[in-house]
């Protein structure tokens, strides 16, 4: 049952909010909420921040204000109990500046109050089978997010305390949520389904999903951009290369095969999760006396990656050491390093094939994708059979936003594009509200 349908069509009280305003966007995570807040007319980024340590004995508060001619940052600190106390102070640092009344302002103020919000946008990692698009936020789109939300324990959990906190905090304002699983929604039959029994599949709904959609989509209409073509008309490779990392292949458009599965754990090797392995070396890796799979779930997702082999999980650190670290931490760290860009090119070799070698441009996003020109390469290595011929002096020296760091006569592009999950976000609330009215 595709639920999406119902939620645009959902009205929305013209008297409860002011439509000319601002779109909050929010990704709330078990001990932290980012936040950007961005002007309706324009998308343009106003504020930005994050509250991390919630719930411990001093939350570090990060805010960032955008004006016309400079940008304006402050840090303080503070205790922050809960997420409903954390969205009490992004309004409170929002509306004043400051953390409270009796705190400095340390910002300019954004906005008066509540009634400058059009709406609140939350980052929800699983929509399982329910959403192909995001919905505005009812009882029955909640108990549909708390429906899936066992398929992935470890983010759904904390995105849908922000959504209920969020719903409870801003009573009038509309709460809308978008889900990283979405754009990967048109994966064909056997390219989502596992070969195991039907019936697993039936009662338990395990098959691929694929994560960070919402990534995997904004590189894909930039890209388009670039190229001067209309996305349908587009076939592209995108790589969001960041702690997570996954892979999608991109046919006219649409999302037809990506790396992560069931969960964010498979296809690519990332800071701190194994990605591809075989599934049951994990019955060899636990003592069958204290067989437990939280532990197990904990190794494979926040003790492995980068961080299992090297003991790290930040590339930046990875990096250092295996240009100058000792020699057993320097021989590892190379190791993790080659792992990680081999499997890019396993992927990058296969989605090839999958869109029948007719492939627009191979994108890199994410933190690293964006910022290590030596895993660009490296992953570029050796795919010159493909028609990738990448340039080495752009991808050195490159500028700032999105550009091409492939030679002349590559037959492939080579793209670098700073992702921009928030605005892809509050463009679909934004289009979401509107369509409700």
Known sequence: R??????????????????????????????????????KEKLSVISEGEIEEIGGSSSPVSVTVFTDKEKKSGKS???????????SIIMKILTTGSLSEKDEKFVPKC??????????GHRVV????????????DDDVIEEIKKVSNLAPLHNKANLKGVEEGKEFFKKVPQVVSFDTCYHQTLPDYAYMYAIPWNIYQEKKVRR???????????????????????????FITL?????????????????????GLTP???????????????????????????????LETVLNKESGFKGICGSSDVREVTKMAESGKEEEKKRAQLALKMFSYRIQKYIGSYFV??????????????????????????????????????????????????LISKKESKVRLMVIPTNEELEIAKEVLRLVSQSR
């Open 209 to 235: 999903y694929g994560f960070h959609g919402t990534s995997h989509h904004y590189l894909a209409k930039e890209a388009a951009k670039m190229i001067g073509k209309k996305i349908e008309e587009c076939n």
């Open 354 to 403: 999958v869109l029948k070698g007719k492939v627009d441009a191979v994108i890199f996003g994410g933190g690293i994708g964006e910022h290590s020109s030596q895993i660009r390469k490296d992953v570029l290595e050796h795919l010159q059979c493909l028609g990738m011929e990448l340039d080495e002096n752009l991808n050195q020296n490159l500028k700032e936003g999105a550009q």
């Open 77 to 87: 600190e503070t205790q922050v109990k809960d997420h409903s106390e954390a969205f």
């Open 265 to 295: 754990a498979e296809g690519l090797m990332m800071g701190t999760r194994a990605g591809d392995m075989d599934p049951t070396a994990t019955f060899h890796m636990v003592d069958s006396k204290d067989f437990d799979p939280e532990k």
């Open 2 to 39: 595709q639920r999406h349908a119902r939620s645009t069509q959902s009205k929305i009280n013209d008297k409860s909010t002011h439509f000319n305003m601002n779109i909050l966007v929010v990704n709330a995570g078990s001990s932290s909420i980012k936040f950007k807040l961005f002007e």
């Open 111 to 120: 906005i008066e109050n509540e009634k400058d919000l059009m709406a609140v």
């Open 126 to 137: 699983h929509g399982g089978m329910s959403f192909k698009e995001g919905a505005i936020v």
């Open 240 to 260: 969001h290369l960041g702690n997570g990392a996954s892979a999608c292949a991109i046919e006219n458009g649409k999302s037809v095969d990506t790396s992560m």
